[in-house]
């Protein structure tokens, strides 16, 4: 392990350090040393929180290797973008004060002071959206033409305001139209549905022939206003440098994993950093830096910060007669990563797949 805190000293990455991060060039990149209890421990521990795998291999299989791999280097390259839009709501305008241009400018979305809305940089998301003053206005519904009432859809379907229909009514069905209904004494009696009428009034107008204009509320008219709608986001792109040791275990381990920083560069565009003695690592800061996502055209950047972090990974191989597995312990918060464990009894069909979850 020794060998690894040496090197983790020997890299001191150029450029400035705004925010710093964890790394310091006077600390070393402590290593832990596994011993074997503490590994089997952390393996049952594991398995405990997998309902459908068997404690007995991490429990007596014996431990036949604890490796310290290489360290892997864990990229990333977050852009942090500020996104704004317009959107227009419209409700039905019960008469009143509207805050409307004569009172004062409407400003554009971009012209609006948000500073009080601000998040922290780098925060994975976060959505305000409010009202621009100044911006409302009504206007004449469309729907039912400022009348507040259209024909309605039941006995006037498809008609205009000019060619409805009052009193339409429908035969009734429990007497079908006669009006009375026949007794086992074969007088007849009054059908209590239509009243002896034989016919029932529409049920949603009441055989008016109009109801309520739903969009407007019977208002005749709608105060429309705009709302801005800004969106903080941060974009990261990653990397791992996995080694030959470790490219079994997803990429997702490792960024999920804790590692000690060697670089945190924060700047308006990253650029890749430099590391004085090391081409894989200069190599890996390019290519992070490379493939920064797609900013969308609607949103402007604010900063980006780029960090290289490294993660160490002990691989411990365990064996029973002629079988065996391997598990990897990774970052300073010992994840562990089990690739063939062999007492599984499901197959996909529950939660167990899903270590992610964890
Ligand atoms: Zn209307
Ligand atoms: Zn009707
Ligand atoms: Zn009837």
Same mark, same amino acid.
């Given at each position: 392990?020794?060998?690894?805190?040496?090197?983790?000293?020997?890299?001191?990455?150029?450029?400035?350090?705004?925010?710093?991060g964890d790394y310091q060039p006077s600390q070393g990149v402590r290593r832990d040393v596994l011993d074997?209890?503490?590994?089997? !421990?952390?393996?049952?521990?594991?398995?405990?929180? $997998? @309902?459908?795998? %068997?404690?007995?291999?991490? $429990?007596?299989?014996?431990?036949?290797?604890?490796k310290d791999c290489c360290d892997v280097y864990v990229g990333t390259l977050?852009?942090?973008?500020?996104q704004r839009d317009t959107i227009f709501e419209r409700e039905p305008?019960?008469?009143?004060?509207?805050?409307? $241009?004569?009172?004062?400018?409407?400003?554009?979305?971009?012209?609006?002071?948000?500073r009080s809305e601000f998040p922290p940089l780098f925060?994975?998301?976060?959505?305000?959206?409010?009202?621009?003053?100044?911006?409302?206005?009504?206007e004449k519904c469309s729907d039912c033409e400022g009348r507040g009432k259209v024909p309605c859809p039941t006995c006037n379907p498809g008609r205009q305001y000019g060619f409805y229909m009052a009193n339409q009514m429908t035969q009734?069905?429990? @007497?079908?139209?006669? %009006?009375?209904?026949?007794? !086992?004494?074969?007088?007849?009696?009054? /059908?209590?549905? @239509?009243?002896?009428?034989?016919?029932?009034? /529409?049920?949603?107008?009441?055989? $008016?022939?109009?109801?309520?204009?739903?969009?407007?509320?019977? @208002?005749?008219?709608?105060?429309? !206003?705009?709302?801005?709608?800004?969106?903080?986001?941060?974009?990261?792109?990653?990397?791992?440098?996995?080694?030959a040791e470790t490219a079994t275990v997803p990429d997702e381990v490792f960024h999920r994993a804790q590692g000690v920083q060697l670089c945190n560069i924060q700047a308006y565009q990253c650029t890749p950093a430099f590391f004085a003695d090391?081409?894989?690592?200069?190599?890996?800061?390019?290519?992070?830096?490379?493939?920064?996502?797609?900013?969308p055209p609607s949103a402007i950047v604010i900063s980006e910060r780029h960090i290289i972090s490294v993660v160490?990974?002990?691989?411990?191989?365990?064996?029973?007669?002629?079988?065996?597995f391997i598990f990897y312990v990774v970052g300073y918060g010992r994840d562990v990563f089990v690739r063939n464990y062999p007492s599984r009894f499901c197959w996909g069909l529950c939660r167990c797949f899903e270590w992610l979850g964890n």
């Open positions: 392990p020794l060998l690894r805190i040496r090197m983790g000293l020997a890299i001191v990455p150029q450029g400035p350090y705004p925010y710093g074997e209890v503490e590994v089997r !421990q952390m393996l049952i521990e594991h398995v405990g929180h $997998r @309902c459908c795998w %068997g404690s007995r291999p991490a $429990r007596t299989w014996k431990i036949t290797s604890i977050e852009t942090f973008i500020e305008y019960h008469g009143g004060e509207v805050d409307g $241009r004569d009172k004062g400018p409407v400003l554009g979305v971009w012209e609006l002071d948000l925060v994975p998301e976060k959505e305000v959206r409010f009202k621009i003053p100044h911006s409302e206005f009504t009734c069905s429990v @007497c079908d139209g006669r %009006g009375s209904l026949a007794q !086992q004494d074969e007088s007849d009696k009054v /059908c209590w549905m @239509c009243n002896g009428q034989g016919v029932l009034p /529409c049920t949603e107008c009441g055989s $008016r022939g109009l109801v309520t204009c739903r969009t407007c509320n019977g @208002c005749g008219s709608l105060l429309t !206003q705009s709302i801005a709608r800004v969106r903080w986001e941060t974009l990261t792109a990653r990397k791992v440098s996995a080694t090391s081409y894989p690592l200069n190599q890996l800061s390019s290519e992070v830096v490379a493939s920064r996502l797609p900013v160490p990974v002990t691989r411990v191989t365990m064996s029973h007669r002629k079988r065996s």
